[in-house]
């Protein structure tokens, strides 16, 4: 029963790329929660997604952000025109239909902006 | 009302001691309370969890306090080792229906030799 698979584990972008952080979800996972972690800095909760809906997309920053969770395929978290504040590590979490208990997180995406 | 609050933010104790984390809360409807620990370079693992329906739980070395009353819970590893060190988040949700998980801003354990 494989985790949370996170891919890439690094990426490395100029100033103004894109980039794209993909999540495949623990089997029997219905549920995705993406996290931001700066260095030195905590877990901040961006955007709560199920197949095909965005259920909570309070702490996603209000321009450059998107996430999807598609009916077939990974979750992609996607940043437009990155900018050196966006370097940090993000992490997708998923859980269980009908509950966050057995909430399990990913390695994780390095993302640098260079 | 969603914020898990915690303190220390730096610990930094001798091997064989006992780390003591704690966390405060405000939303009463929260009944889902992990620990996650995180090594660097690693995502967080979720090491224990507590519902308020107990007051403490124990798995091996680590324990969970909880009290409701006054919305703390806390974190205490007995006999911590080097290989205790890494940083450790509590956090809170509203376990039993569709929600996420808000965490506290972590502590860093050191344990010394």
């Known amino acids: 029963n494989a985790g949370v698979m996170q891919n890439p584990r690094h990426l490395v972008r100029r100033r103004g790329q894109e980039a794209r952080l993909r999540c495949s979800p623990m089997?029997?996972?219905?549920?995705v929660y993406w996290y931001r972690q700066l260095p030195e800095e905590g877990l901040k909760f961006m955007v709560y997604l199920q197949k095909e809906n965005i259920i909570d997309e309070s702490g996603m920053p209000k321009e450059r952000f998107s996430a999807e969770f598609p009916k077939e395929g990974p979750s992609i978290l996607r940043i437009q025109q990155v900018v050196r504040g966006d370097s940090a590590a993000y992490f997708c979490a998923s859980s269980p239909p009908y509950s966050s208990y057995g909430y399990t997180f990913g390695s994780g995406t390095r993302l640098t902006v260079v | 009302q969603q914020q898990v609050k915690q303190s220390p933010q730096s610990l930094i104790v001798q091997k064989g001691g006992i780390s003591i984390i704690n966390c405060a809360y405000e939303?009463?409807?929260?009944?889902?309370f992990p620990w996650y620990q995180q090594f660097p370079g690693k995502g967080p693992a979720l090491l224990i969890a507590i519902r308020p329906d107990v007051s403490e739980k124990k798995e091996g070395r680590f324990t969970i306090s909880f009290n409701k009353s006054a919305k703390q819970f806390s974190l205490h590893i007995m006999d911590s080792q080097p290989g205790d060190s890494a940083t450790y988040f509590c956090a809170a949700s509203m376990g039993a229906s569709y929600d996420k998980v808000i965490f506290g801003p972590g502590t860093s354990l050191s344990v010394i030799p």
């Open positions: 939303n009463t409807a929260f009944d889902y």
């Open positions: 089997k029997g996972h219905s549920h």
